[in-house]
Nanobody, 123 residues
Framework: VQLVESGGGLAQPGGSLRLSCAAS????????MGWFRQAPGKEREFVAG????????VHADSVKGRFTISRDNAKNTLYLQMNSLKPEDTALHYC?????????????????WGQGTQVTVSS
């Protein structure tokens, strides 16, 4: 299993970024996927999850209405569209593969992780 994130960088408050996660080594369309983030000195936290088919999504309250998770099963790629960015969104953002087709918010329900992509929101 390999998960490779991209798209992070520096954005101004109110700006946008789009993260991508290229997946390989497993049947991407059979598993739920998620995005997590970890800021310095804080626990890794759930950001958003999506079912295997892409029909169902869950977003953390802190990003609801600003971030949107999506996937393209034909391209084996997961996305996170991040709008209206805030300084508190600054963190290392990780893509993760779920154990099953169902979305979970707990970290221990994900069995493979990417290396992370840094998002920094600052003026």
């Amino acid at each position: 299993v390999q998960l490779v994130e991209s798209g992070g960088g520096l954005a101004q408050p109110g700006g946008s970024l789009r993260l991508s996660c290229a997946a390989s080594g497993f049947t991407f369309s059979s598993y739920a996927m998620g995005w997590f983030r970890q800021a310095p000195g804080k626990e890794r936290e759930f950001v958003a999850g999506i079912t295997a088919s892409g029909a169902g999504t869950v977003h953390a309250d802190s990003v609801k209405g600003r971030f949107t998770i999506s996937r393209d099963n034909a391209k084996n790629t997961l996305y996170l569209q991040m709008n209206s960015l805030k300084p508190e969104d600054t963190a290392l953002h990780y893509c993760a593969k779920g154990y099953s087709r169902t979305i979970y918010t707990a970290r221990d329900k994900y069995d493979a992780w990417g290396q992370g992509t840094q998002v920094t929101v600052s003026s």
